[in-house]
C-alpha cells in the first residue's frame, strides 16, 4: 500500500517570492508521481508527473518538482508566484503497474499576497 | 473539446435515501474513475471501469456501486445515506486502463450534502 504525507497545511507567501511546497511517500513498490491544482469550486487539474527519467520535472504554469528517491520526496517549486497561484495543491501516487489508482496526500493551500 | 462533465453540481439528501451522480469522460477515453473528497482531505478513490467492466475498487462500503455505460459514460450509486457521505464527488477520465504515462482528466465534481 502506499501513502502520501504532505506536512504543510497551509503555506503563506508573498507574490513574486518563491515557493516550495513538500511531499513525501511510503511505498514497497515503484510508483509514478504526480502533483494536481484545485482552485476554489473546480476539479483537479495535473500540473506536472513523474514517470521516469530526469529527476528534474517540469510543469505548467511555471512549477517544476524534483524527484528523489533515496529520501522519497517529490517537492514542488516555483520560482515566483502569482496572486493567481492562490489554490489547493495535492501530491499523488499510483502504482506502476495494475489498475489506474491515484492515491492523494491531504493537501497544501498556497495562500499568495500582495 | 468538451472536458470531463458530470451531474448534478450539487445535490442536498436526507440520511438513508439514496443518489445517482453521473459522468460524461473526454470523448474517446474508455476509463473512467471515481472519487470521494471529504471537506478538507484529498480525493479518496472508489471505483475504476475501463470498457465496461469494474477494474478496480477502493475501501468502500457496498452501499457505493457504479457502472459503466456503452458510451463510456458512467453512474455512481450510494444507497442508506449517511452523514458522513457528505463529500465532493469527483469523476476521472482517461484513454487507457492503467496509469503509465497517461494523464487522467477530472471533472469538476457533484457536491454531495446529506442532511
Known amino acids: 500500500a502506499q501513502s502520501v504525507t504532505q506536512l504543510d497545511s497551509q503555506v503563506p507567501v508573498f507574490e513574486e517570492a518563491p515557493v516550495e511546497l513538500r511531499c513525501n511517500y511510503s511505498s514497497s513498490v515503484s510508483v509514478y508521481l504526480f502533483w494536481y491544482v484545485q482552485y476554489p469550486n473546480q476539479g483537479l487539474q495535473l500540473l506536472l508527473k513523474y514517470l521516469s527519467g530526469s529527476t528534474l520535472v517540469k510543469g505548467i504554469n511555471g512549477f517544476e518538482a524534483e524527484f528523489n528517491k533515496s529520501q522519497t520526496s517529490f517537492h514542488l517549486r516555483k520560482p515566483s508566484v502569482h496572486i493567481s497561484d492562490t489554490a489547493e495543491y495535492f501530491c499523488a501516487v499510483s502504482e506502476l503497474t495494475g489498475f489506474q489508482k491515484l492515491v492523494f496526500g491531504t493537501g497544501t493551500r498556497l495562500l499568495v499576497s500582495p | 473539446d468538451a472536458g470531463v462533465t458530470q451531474s448534478p453540481t450539487h445535490l442536498i439528501k436526507t440520511r438513508g435515501q439514496h443518489v445517482t451522480l453521473r459522468c460524461s469522460p473526454i470523448?474517446?477515453?474508455?476509463?473512467v474513475s471515481w472519487y470521494q473528497q471529504v471537506l478538507g482531505q484529498g480525493p479518496q478513490f472508489i471505483f475504476q471501469y475501463y470498457e465496461k467492466e469494474e477494474r478496480g475498487r477502493g475501501n468502500f462500503p457496498d452501499r457505493f456501486s457504479a457502472r459503466q455505460f456503452p458510451n463510456y459514460s458512467s453512474e455512481l450509486n450510494v444507497n442508506a445515506l449517511l452523514l458522513g457521505d457528505s463529500a465532493l464527488y469527483l469523476c476521472?477520465?482517461?484513454?487507457?486502463?492503467?496509469?503509465?504515462?497517461?494523464?487522467?482528466?477530472f471533472g469538476e465534481g457533484s457536491w454531495l450534502t446529506v442532511v
Open positions: 476521472a477520465s482517461s484513454s487507457e486502463a492503467g496509469t503509465s504515462g497517461n494523464t487522467i482528466y
Open positions: 470523448s474517446g477515453h474508455k476509463s
